[in-house]
Nanobody
Framework: QVQLVESGGELVQTGGSLMLSCAAS????????MGWFRQAPGKEREFVAT????????YYADSVKGRFTISRDNAKNTVYLQMNSLKPEDTAVYYC????????????????WGQGTQVTVSS
């Protein structure tokens, strides 16, 4: 069983920066692909970024490419999302997800989820 806890979401102005953290339980963190997804009210959950298991490979949605950076510290069982140049369109609940030893950017493929953290970007 993997438990995930996100933190770092808050109100920020357009153009500002924010870093989200996701702390994971378990003893095999590096065997999980970690992902960030987001969901705005009335919208579908959408892919933001993933970091592949036992790899340095990362993947980004076109909407955040060049602005967001996903990173992971396997020694700390933590994945991060650095968000720069934030826009009002980035406003959403951000969720951290994990899936064991597979590559995916599809939220339905992720077996474990955190509770979410609210990011609000004011215009």
């Amino acid at each position: 069983q993997v438990q995930l806890v996100e933190s770092g979401g808050e109100l920020v102005q357009t153009g500002g920066s924010l870093m989200l953290s996701c702390a994971a339980s378990g003893r095999t963190f590096s065997d999980y692909t970690m992902g960030w997804f987001r969901q705005a009210p009335g919208k579908e959950r959408e892919f933001v970024a993933t970091a592949k298991w036992r790899s340095t490979s990362t993947y980004y949605a076109d909407s955040v490419k060049g602005r967001f950076t996903i990173s992971r510290d396997n020694a700390k069982n933590t994945v991060y999302l650095q968000m720069n140049s934030l826009k009002p369109e980035d406003t959403a609940v951000y969720y951290c997800g994990a899936v064991f030893r597979r590559t995916s950017t599809m939220w339905r493929d992720f077996a474990y989820w955190g509770q979410g953290t609210q990011v609000t970007v004011s215009s």
